[in-house]
């Protein structure tokens, strides 16, 4: 079992930049990779960004390349988000998730085993 706690979310200007947080707790978190992935009203949950357990390699969604960084400290049993340039468009719940599957890294939805509860990010054009 994976607890997954997001924190850092919030309202940002167009422009402005927000860090987010996943805590996680369970299973040792230096043997599974991690993924952000957002979901805007209406619309179906999107991926963000994964990285690999040792955070050596990471994969980002075309539209937050270059803007959103993601990392992870495996001592602190963490994962962040730092998000610069933000936009409108990324306006949505952002929930970090889980992935004890032995993969290296993915894209795919339903390839994460366990969720955070998820936390807001509003940006105000």
């Known amino acids: 079992q994976v607890q997954l706690v997001e924190s850092g979310g919030g309202l940002v200007q167009a422009g402005g930049s927000l860090g987010l947080s996943c805590a996680a707790s369970g299973r040792t978190f230096s043997t599974y990779a991690m993924g952000w992935f957002r979901q805007a009203p209406g619309k179906e949950r999107e991926f963000v960004a994964a990285?690999?357990?040792?955070?050596?390699?990471?994969y980002y969604a075309d539209s937050v390349k270059g803007r959103f960084t993601i990392s992870r400290d495996n001592a602190k049993n963490t994962v962040y988000l730092q998000m610069n340039s933000l936009k409108p468009e990324d306006t949505a719940v952002y929930y970090c998730?889980?992935?004890?599957?032995?993969?290296?890294?993915?894209?795919?939805?339903?390839?994460?085993?366990?969720w955070g509860q998820g936390t807001q990010v509003t940006v105000s054009s």
């Open positions: 990285i690999s357990w040792s955070g050596g390699m990471t």
């Open positions: 998730a889980a992935d004890v599957g032995r993969r290296p890294i993915t894209t795919m939805k339903h390839a994460y085993d366990y």
